[in-house]
């Protein structure tokens, strides 16, 4: 069985850092992608940014190009988000997700976010 476990979140101010982490457990840790999703109160879940297990590609949402990097560690089965110059826009609960080659098989339980004006 595998487990997603977000950390890092938190109450932040405006123009803040958060840097969150997304640990794998409970099988093998291999995955196409791995990202996160975040999903603000009345909103749809939105993708924020992914990363390739092996090889170079990354990915992020045009609101947090710039602002936001996500990185690996594949020794310790680990994602990370970081997250810079935090904009209310930004507050809402962060999922890590795992993807295969079938499609995204486990979610995290979420870590929030809430940035403050």
């Known amino acids: 069985q595998v487990q997603l476990e977000e950390s890092g979140g938190g109450l932040v101010q405006v123009g803040g850092s958060l840097n969150l982490s997304c640990t794998v457990s409970?099988?093998?840790?291999?995955?196409?992608?791995m990202g996160w999703y975040r999903q603000a109160p009345g909103k749809q879940r939105e993708a924020v940014a992914l990363?390739?297990?092996?090889?170079?590609?990354?990915h992020y949402a045009d609101s947090v190009k710039d602002r936001f990097t996500i990185s690996k560690d594949n020794a310790k089965n680990m994602v990370f988000l970081q997250m810079n110059s935090l904009k209310p826009e930004d507050t809402g609960l962060y999922y890590c997700?795992?993807?295969?080659?079938?499609?995204?098989?486990?979610w995290g339980q979420g870590t929030q976010v809430t940035v403050s004006a």
């Open positions: 997700y795992r993807q295969t080659t079938t499609g995204i098989d486990y």
């Open positions: 409970g099988s093998i840790y291999r995955f196409t992608v």
């Open positions: 990363i390739a297990q092996f090889g170079s590609r990354i």
